[in-house]
């Protein structure tokens, strides 16, 4: 995996396979953001958003009074962003040049923080999804997609995945609990977390998830 400035980073050589027609078939974009079940006015920051794959499906779900942060950290990966704001018209897009060990949020601005074959590329894990808590809402989640190491097709060299019992370990210590588990994708864990206090403040939670049903935790579909 390539480095700058003493980091991983995704190789911007790349961003075309992000957007092939292809990744479809494997990353089903909108069963994940069905699974995700935000409100219309919902917060959500995209995490390493890359050229926007995800960004836009978000943009458009958001419709209305919602917002989307897309952040990223490479010059690359930032022009390509805001130019897909400029042409396809994503107003409620804010695109957030991010440093490697921040993500560079305002805070308790958001519903839901986002990762997609992000994660596992951020030195300092554990101290990293501490800023990442500041910038979430009473109530927000924090959702990670990771390719699984068993995983067959392409994706990221095996040595450079994650377990997600590894993932369910680093949140934890960082503050958060796992809530659900989704085990639909055919190449990556899907797992959803909440802050620890805010699962404790359930009765305070925002209308982003009263409706996941908390009792029902660990959930898998």
């Known amino acids: ?17 992000l957007e092939s027609s292809s990744r479809d078939e494997w990353q089903l974009p909108d069963r994940v953001i069905e699974t995700l079940s935000f409100p219309q006015d919902a917060v959500v920051a995209d995490i390493g958003a890359g050229g926007g794959y995800f960004t836009e499906r978000f943009s458009k779900r958001l419709e209305g009074t919602g917002h989307v ?5 490479q010059d690359e990966m930032i022009q390509a962003l805001r130019e897909r704001v400029r042409t396809r018209g994503l107003d409620n897009v804010t695109v957030v040049r991010a440093s490697f060990d921040d993500p560079m949020l305002p805070d308790a601005c958001c519903d839901l923080v986002f990762f997609s074959s992000v994660y596992k590329e951020i030195d300092g894990r554990i101290d990293y999804m501490g800023r990442v808590q ?20 392409s994706g990221p ?15 934890a210590a960082a503050g958060f609990v796992l809530v659900e588990r989704h085990d639909f994708l055919p190449r990556q864990s899907f797992l959803i977390f909440l802050r620890e206090e805010g699962l404790a403040e359930g009765s305070h939670r925002t209308s982003a998830i009263r409706s996941l049903a ?3 935790l660990l959930r898998k579909s």
């Not at 942060?69 to 950290?73: E, G, K, L, M, N």
């Not at 009473?138 to 997609?145: C, E, F, K, M, Q």
Request: net charge negative; charged share 30%.
């Open 1 to 17: 995996m390539p480095e700058r400035d003493g980091h991983r980073i995704f190789n911007p050589a790349y961003l075309p396979f």
């Open 69 to 73: 942060f897309a952040t990223d950290v």
């Open 134 to 153: 500041r910038a979430l809402r009473p109530g927000g989640r924090v959702a990670i997609l990771e390719f699984r190491p068993e995983a067959r097709g």
């Open 214 to 216: 908390i009792p029902l």
């Open 157 to 171: 060299p095996v040595d450079a995945r994650l377990d997600p019992d590894q993932i369910v370990g680093e949140l």
